[in-house]
Each structure stands twice: as structure tokens, then as C-alpha cells.
């Protein structure tokens, strides 16, 4: 089973809710793309995930607070 992870500070972030839960593939048991949980994984994976999804793997095809999408692609500076 996958670790359970959630952000207890509240961010506005495509990818996190309001109550901190967090879309991040490897933190799913079964996944489409095959990058889901897996034994092999360790607690340097879910950090180097958690760290791309600050800095560069913000998902706007798929986000899981819609809102936030919105407003970053709306007022995104270029």
C-alpha cells in the first residue's frame, strides 16, 4: 500500500485540495501510466515527487482543484 500523504499547511495548488489532499501518481496504488506504488519504492521517492510537484509537475490537464488551474493559467506570468 501506498504511504498516506497530505499537506497540513493549506496551499493553493492545482494538484492539492483544500483540505490537503494530494494528486500524485506514485502515491496511488494502480495507476494508468504504471507509475503508481510499488515496493520498490521508498520514502526518497514520495520526497522527490512531492519536490516536482512544487517546482515543475503541476498537472492542468487533470487538476484536482480546478479553481487554482484556472486562476494560474488566467493570471500566469510570462
Known amino acids: 500500500m501506498p504511504p ?3 499537506c497540513l499547511t493549506r496551499i493553493w495548488h ?3 485540495t483544500e483540505n490537503g489532499e494530494i494528486c500524485l501518481s506514485l502515491l496511488r496504488e494502480h495507476s494508468i501510466d504504471g507509475t503508481g506504488w ?3 519504492r ?3 521517492d514520495v520526497v522527490w515527487g512531492l519536490n ?3 517546482t515543475d509537475l503541476l498537472n492542468f490537464d487533470d487538476p484536482l482543484n480546478i ?3 484556472e ?3 488566467r ?3 510570462v
Open 4 to 6: 498516506k500523504v497530505r
Open 14 to 16: 492545482p494538484n492539492i
Open 38 to 40: 510499488a515496493p520498490t
Open 42 to 44: 521508498t520514502l526518497k
Open 52 to 54: 516536482s510537484l512544487f
Open 67 to 69: 479553481d487554482a488551474a
Open 71 to 73: 486562476h494560474h493559467l
Open 75 to 77: 493570471d500566469k506570468v
